[in-house]
């Protein structure tokens, strides 16, 4: 099926920005929910942020909603999560998955679910 990779990533100063990728190859990402997570130093995968079939947007917590943006490019068969603002507890691996839930439900599936996962995109925030 579809294949999505991640890239973007990189080593930023507290404030800065970042936009991370996630292209969709293998097929149209139109069909689906793409959700983005990310998994701390020494922690589990969390969920961040995920984009809807119609665009429709979920976020997880006040400080990512106030601070990141998901998005999505039909044309380009790729997801965005534009970080602003980034803040050094955002330093993690970031991955991106697909699922087909409804809108509400997007991204509720646990990151324990998915049998595999890409390598992500590294985002380092120093103070």
């Known amino acids: 099926q579809v294949k999505l990779t991640e890239s973007g990533g990189g080593s930023v100063t507290a404030g800065e920005s970042l936009k991370l990728s996630c292209a969709a190859s293998?097929?149209?990402?139109?069909?689906?929910?793409v959700c983005w997570f990310r998994q701390l130093p020494g922690k589990e995968r969390e969920f961040v942020a995920g984009?809807?079939?119609?665009?429709?947007?979920?976020y997880n917590g006040d400080s990512v909603k106030r601070r990141f943006t998901v998005s999505r490019d039909n044309a380009k068969n790729t997801f965005y999560l534009q970080m602003m603002d980034l803040k050094p507890e955002d330093t993690a691996v970031y991955y991106c998955?697909?699922?087909?839930?409804?809108?509400?439900?997007?991204?509720?599936?646990?990151?324990?679910?998915?049998?595999?996962w890409g390598p992500g995109t590294q985002v380092t925030v120093s103070s």
């Open positions: 984009v809807g079939r119609s665009g429709g947007t979920k």
């Open positions: 293998g097929g149209t990402i139109r069909p689906y929910n």
């Open positions: 998955k697909s699922d087909s839930f409804a809108l509400s439900a997007m991204c509720s599936q646990s990151p324990s679910s998915y049998d595999s």
